[in-house]
């Protein structure tokens, strides 16, 4: 969890086939080829083969059949400031970092929280998002702002997710329900089996607009700032790594990661330039 994007010369575009398939984004053909993958260690010469979600709205979603989402046009930048072509895979947020260390892929990118499980797993860029977690719930399901409210209720979490695996810190007591991405738990909720999603605040924020009438509230937040959001790749592949930080830093310096910030969370805290990435996960 947790935001920019003009770069100069570079139109961002990604396209997408529907699913598990993979679409490229467009770019410069510069770099492509073999020098390309012996710099940077990817799969294909010249391609970035990346791994996401396609219903993680604002990170990671579908609209109007194209992938979309705040980590979606990031990678792209950051893709296009390598000099490679990004080419998208959706898979379930659960299988995104075994694929990675599969070689299905060469990054995966769909606001994956840096925590010490997962860098046994995979090598985690630097932190390049962070924001809240939040329970979103109904008026009447009796939770409040006290987080002992939550005490025996059935809340609903995203499997392998942060909020996953911190529950029992964050909301201790509750009855954690899993389930495999936003939308079966959205509708849990919907359908009254669970009485509150803990999951990323804004995530939340969307449901609450996808069900209107239901009039959700997030009563309790976490702030979510030990806990970063990297892009996870394949365990040793320093060259790839090394590369993604330097355009890190470079989509920050040219104004591409705030722009993307404010388009994408338009109703979050605008960072100072002393909050910018890259983070550092505690732990």
């Known amino acids: 969890m947790g935001k920019f994007r003009s770069v100069r010369g570079v139109v ?8 598990t398939a993979v679409g490229c984004g467009s770019g410069s ?17 010249g391609t970035l083969k990346i791994g996401t979600s396609n219903n993680t709205k604002p990170y990671t979603y579908q609209e109007n059949g194209k992938l979309t989402g705040f980590d979606v046009d ?4 950051v893709a296009h400031k390598l000099k490679l072509k990004p080419q998208f895979v959706s898979l379930e947020f659960a299988g995104l970092l075994p694929a990675v260390n599969n070689k299905q892929f060469d990054v995966a990118a769909a606001a994956v929280g840096i925590t010490p499980p997962r860098k046994k797993m995979v090598d985690f860029s630097d932190g390049y998002l962070a924001g809240y977690f939040g329970v979103l719930t109904r008026p009447k399901s009796g939770i409040t702002s ?17 909020s996953d695996m911190n529950s029992g810190t964050f909301i201790p007591g509750a009855q954690i ?11 849990a909720l919907k359908n009254n089996r669970v009485d509150g999603f803990f999951n990323d605040y804004e995530p939340n924020l969307a449901i609450t607009k ?13 702030p979510a700032t030990d806990f970063p959001a990297g892009w996870a790749v394949r365990k040793g592949n320093t060259k790839l790594l090394s590369g993604l930080n330097r355009a890190l830093k ?3 310096a040219d104004g591409t990661w705030l722009k993307l ?16 990435p890259p983070y550092t996960a505690k732990g």
């Open 146 to 162: 006290d987080v002992a409210s939550v005490k025996g209720k059935r809340i609903a979490v995203l499997q392998g997710s942060i």
């Open 177 to 187: 329900v899993r389930f495999p991405d936003n939308n079966t738990a959205d509708l």
């Open 12 to 19: 961002l575009a990604v396209a997408l086939l529907s699913f």
């Open 250 to 252: 470079d989509v920050v």
């Open 29 to 45: 053909s510069t770099g492509q080829g073999g020098s390309a993958a012996n710099t940077y260690g990817v799969g294909t010469g």
């Open 261 to 276: 910030y404010k388009k994408y969370f338009p109703q979050d805290p605008v960072p100072s330039s002393s909050e910018l």
């Open 74 to 77: 990031l990678i792209t930048a």
């Open 210 to 222: 996808k069900y209107p009438d239901l009039h959700l509230k997030q009563p309790i937040t976490v």
